[in-house]
Nanobody, 127 residues
């Protein structure tokens, strides 16, 4: 049973920083491809960032490029951080971590290609 748990969310002011973490547990002999998604009230789930299973390729949504950085602590990608700088009120959302054993990066931005999801962590940015 694979489980994902996000942490690090909170209430901050515009311009502040937060670091989200995603811890993945469960039996896996291969590394995960991991993605971060977010969903604001009344909006569709949006791709934020992703990291390939080999950790060599990083991906970002257009709205966070240059402000957010994804990183992995180990080669299995079982601990992923999302450093969020220069936060804006429009970054307010529930942030979800997702994982899959797929090695393909062609659909890294597609939420439907992820098999495992965390419960989410709230990020609120006040103006």
């Amino acid at each position: 049973q694979v489980q994902l748990v996000e942490s690090g969310g909170g209430l901050v002011q515009a311009g502040d920083s937060l670091r989200l973490s995603c811890a993945i547990s469960g039996r896996a002999f291969d590394p995960y491809r991991v993605g971060w998604f977010r969903q604001a009230p009344g909006k569709e789930r949006e791709f934020v960032s992703g990291i390939s299973s080999d950790g060599r390729r990083l991906f970002y949504g257009d709205s966070v490029k240059g402000r957010f950085t994804i990183s992995s602590v180990n080669t299995k990608n079982t601990m992923i951080h999302l450093q969020m700088n220069l936060l804006k009120p429009e970054d307010t959302a529930v942030y979800y971590c997702a994982a899959t054993l797929s090695r393909s990066v062609a659909d890294v931005r597609n939420a439907l290609t992820y098999d495992y999801w965390g419960p989410g962590t709230q990020v609120t940015v006040s103006s």
